[in-house]
């Protein structure tokens, strides 16, 4: 079974930048998306962001222009930077990985943004 290696997340203060990462070693070959969603106290888990093999991305509106997913095919890494980050990005942030045959989920990573 895939296990995800993810890092980054973290404290920053209104306006600044984060990073995540997300791998999927050892996954077979074959189609697949990889991506974030978050989820807040209080909230339902939500989507963030995506990234399909071939490159297709997808965004939640609430971060299209400040969030940008990228990958590196080879290495079977996603990459999340995140821009411009606001107190309501705030939550725990969870990497996903899905195949045809089923999702992995990470274990999330803490993103606090204030000041």
């Known amino acids: 079974q895939v296990q995800l290696v993810e890092s980054g997340g973290g404290l920053v203060q209104p306006g600044g930048p984060l990073r995540f990462s997300c791998a999927a070693p050892?996954?077979?070959?074959?189609?697949?998306?990889l991506g974030w969603y978050r989820q807040a106290p209080g909230t339902q888990r939500e989507f963030v962001a995506r990234?399909?093999?071939?490159?297709?991305?997808n965004y939640a509106d609430s971060v299209k222009g400040r969030f940008a997913i990228s990958r590196d095919r080879a290495k079977k890494t996603a990459y999340l930077q995140m821009n411009s980050l606001k107190p309501e990005d705030t939550g725990v942030y969870y990497c996903y990985f899905e195949t045809a045959a089923r999702t992995t989920w990470g274990q999330g990573a803490q993103v606090t943004v204030s000041s």
């Open positions: 990234i399909s093999r071939p490159g297709i991305t």
């Open positions: 050892g996954s077979s070959s074959g189609g697949y998306i």
